[in-house]
């Protein structure tokens, strides 16, 4: 079994920072891509980043120049550092990892459950 748990949320002011976290565990064999989505209520998820295995690196153009996505494979985890956030980045924020477990021969995505990201004054 497959768990992805982020953290880090939280509310935080227009112009602040903050940095989520997506910790992948379980019976791992080996991860492709991870990325964030995020999704603001009555509105579509949306991609906000991707990283590749290779470390090749996309992001969402309302973001790109603020966010920044790394990843520590050591750990099977992704973060999200969020800079300048402004009130139109309110949204609940999802993980998602491409990933083979031990029990597939198949690459596949997991999500996490979402964190809440308020920016507000």
């Known amino acids: 079994q497959v768990q992805l748990v982020e953290s880090g949320g939280g509310l935080v002011q227009p112009g602040g920072s903050l940095r989520l976290s997506c910790a992948a565990s379980?019976?791992?064999?080996?991860?492709?891509?991870m990325g964030w989505y995020r999704q603001a209520p009555g509105k579509q998820r949306e991609l906000v980043a991707t990283?590749?295995?290779?470390?090749?690196?996309n992001y969402a153009p309302s973001v790109k120049g603020r966010f920044t996505i790394s990843r520590d494979n050591a750990k099977n985890t992704v973060y999200l550092q969020m800079n300048s956030l402004k009130p139109e980045d309110t949204a609940v924020y999802y993980c998602?990892?491409?990933?083979?477990?031990?029990?597939?021969?198949?690459?596949?995505?997991?999500w996490g459950e979402g964190t809440q990201v308020t920016v507000s004054s």
């Open positions: 998602k990892s491409i990933l083979r477990d031990s029990g597939s021969d198949y690459y596949t995505p997991y």
């Open positions: 379980g019976s791992i064999v080996s991860i492709n891509a």
């Open positions: 990283i590749s295995s290779a470390d090749s690196r």
